[in-house]
T-cell receptor, first 114, second 110 residues
Framework: NAGVMQNPRHLVRRRGQEARLRCSPM?????VYWYRQLPEEGLKFMVY????????ESGMPKERFSAEFPKEGPSILRIQQVVRGDSAAYFC????????????FGQGTRLTVV | GNSVTQMEGPVTLSEEAFLTINCTYT??????LFWYVQYPGEGLQLLLK?????DKGSNKGFEATYRKETTSFHLEKGSVQVSDSAVYFC?????????FGAGTTVTVRA
């Protein structure tokens, strides 16, 4: 059973471009969480999705950021018109239930905005 | 709201030294507590967890005890190795959401 797969591992975007980050959960996991790690800080919750539904997006910036978890395919975190402040590591986790204690994290995508 | 405060780093130790990383929390209710580890260039891995007061989590020689009276979950290891060099994060869960501390960078020298 492969772990949580995130790609790309590293992503460089120019200011104003779009960034699309992918997360394939572990087999049998229908709950996905996205976290952001800014430099020198701990991880901050962004959004919680359960197949085709956004359960909690209270940690997402109100503009430019969106997330989806379609019936088929990976979860996508989309950042439109990126700015330098979006540079961070973005981690995805998946679990078979809403019990975060059962979640596994991916290796993260490091986004650099130049 | 919920929050986690952990000892600031960086921490530099010699091999076989004793490691303690302090972690205290503020929470409503009865959260579960976790320690995650992030090795260089890698993602987060769950190191250990405790789900109720007085529980002790342990893994790879690391231990932490859930102390409700002091709202603490300090991480300890009796004899560190170079391979323990990593960033350690204390966290608590509120239902499906994790709140993390800022992380403590630990470097173990041979």
């Amino acid at each position: 059973n492969a772990g949580v797969m995130q790609n790309p591992r590293h992503l460089v975007r120019r200011r104003g471009q779009e960034a699309r980050l992918r997360c394939s959960p572990m087999k049998g996991h229908s709950h996905v969480y996205w976290y952001r790690q800014l430099p020198e800080e701990g991880l901050k919750f962004m959004v919680y999705l359960q197949k085709e539904n956004i359960i909690d997006e209270s940690g997402m910036p109100k503009e430019r950021f969106s997330a989806e978890f379609p019936k088929e395919g990976p979860s996508i975190l989309r950042i439109q018109q990126v700015v330098r402040g979006d540079s961070a590591a973005y981690f995805c986790a998946s679990s078979p239930s809403r019990q975060i204690a059962e979640a596994f994290f991916g290796q993260g995508t490091r986004l650099t905005v130049v | 709201g919920n929050s986690v405060t952990q000892m600031e780093g960086p921490v530099t130790l010699s091999e076989e030294a004793f490691l303690t990383i302090n972690c205290t929390y503020t929470a409503t209710g009865y959260p579960s507590l976790f320690w995650y580890v992030q090795y260089p260039g890698e993602g987060l891995q769950l190191l250990l967890k405790a789900t109720k007061a007085d529980d002790k989590g342990s893994n790879k020689g690391f231990e932490a005890t859930y102390r409700k009276e002091t709202t603490s979950f300090h991480l300890e290891k009796g004899s560190v190795q170079v391979s323990d060099s990593a960033v350690y994060f204390c966290a608590l869960s509120d239902d499906y959401k994790l709140s993390f501390g800022a992380g403590t960078t630990v470097t173990v020298r041979a």
